[in-house]
T-cell receptor
Framework: GAGVSQSPSNKVTEKGKDVELRCDPI?????LYWYRQSLGQGLEFLIY????????KSGLPSDRFSAERTGGSVSTLTIQRTQQEDSAVYLC????????????FGNGTRLTVT | GQSLEQPSEVTAVEGAIVQINCTYQ??????LSWYQQHDGGAPTFLSY????GLEETGRFSSFLSRSDSYGYLLLQELQMKDSASYFC???????????FGKGTTLSVSS
């Protein structure tokens, strides 16, 4: 596709449920990033995939969060047993993996945990 | 640890010039990026500095001083459409992901 695609665009879930958020990066981009943005806040790094290297999971806030990237393309961020504090916009970005290469962001998934 | 500091809010009028400062702290610093985000939109790339000095792209310029761990984004001839949040972000030698500041909300009035 022309840009980074994320689905769903909005997700409302009940506390305690599991959710899966999907990201389709730009074709050919080797690096994929997940960030979280709470209302009026900055972008909090979650996880980073670069090619076939082991992902950098240092930003994941708890073991309820996990992500995978299949075939070096599509990525899924899973949040288990959601809590109200997980409510945020989850942004995915991709680039060619080179330093200084611009990140191309998707429009995000707005997650609301009730 | 790693951190970035930037002002939370800046206001200006159309046609004016505004400078958004960013100071950072990290080991193995490689470069500083700037992103713009309009309300409800995705962040979009503005500029990247890996070397000291000024990079100019149209009405926007970005500056880096590695010795001072400091950079700024300069916006000239402000327009209403420049009202947005602006984020500085750094990357490291180690190849970790871009780390973002909390952002500066710029409000441009007529």
């Amino acid at each position: 596709g022309a840009g980074v695609s994320q689905s769903p665009s909005n997700k409302v879930t009940e506390k305690g449920k599991d959710v899966e958020l999907r990201c389709d990066p730009i074709s050919g981009h080797t690096a994929l990033y997940w960030y979280r943005q709470s209302l009026g806040q900055g972008l909090e790094f979650l996880i980073y995939f670069q090619g076939n290297s082991a992902p950098d999971k240092s930003g994941l806030p708890s073991d309820r969060f996990s992500a995978e990237r299949t075939g070096g393309s599509v990525s899924t961020l899973t949040i288990q047993r959601t809590q109200q504090e997980d409510s945020a916009v989850y942004l995915c970005a991709s680039n060619g993996g080179n330093k200084g290469s611009p990140l191309h962001f998707g429009n995000g998934t707005r997650l609301t945990v009730t | 640890g790693q951190s970035l500091e930037q002002p939370s809010e800046v206001t200006a009028v159309e046609g004016a010039i505004v400078q958004i400062n960013c100071t950072y702290q990290t080991s193995g610093f490689y470069g500083l990026s700037w992103y713009q985000q309009h309300d409800g939109g995705a962040p979009t790339f503005l500029s990247y500095n890996a070397l000291d000095g000024l990079e100019e792209t149209g009405r926007f310029s970005s500056f880096l001083s590695r010795s001072d761990s400091y950079g700024y984004l300069l916006l000239q001839e402000l327009q209403m459409k420049d009202s947005a949040s602006y984020f500085c972000a750094f990357d490291n030698q180690a190849g970790t992901a871009l780390i973002f500041g909390k952002g500066t909300t710029l409000s441009v009035s007529s």
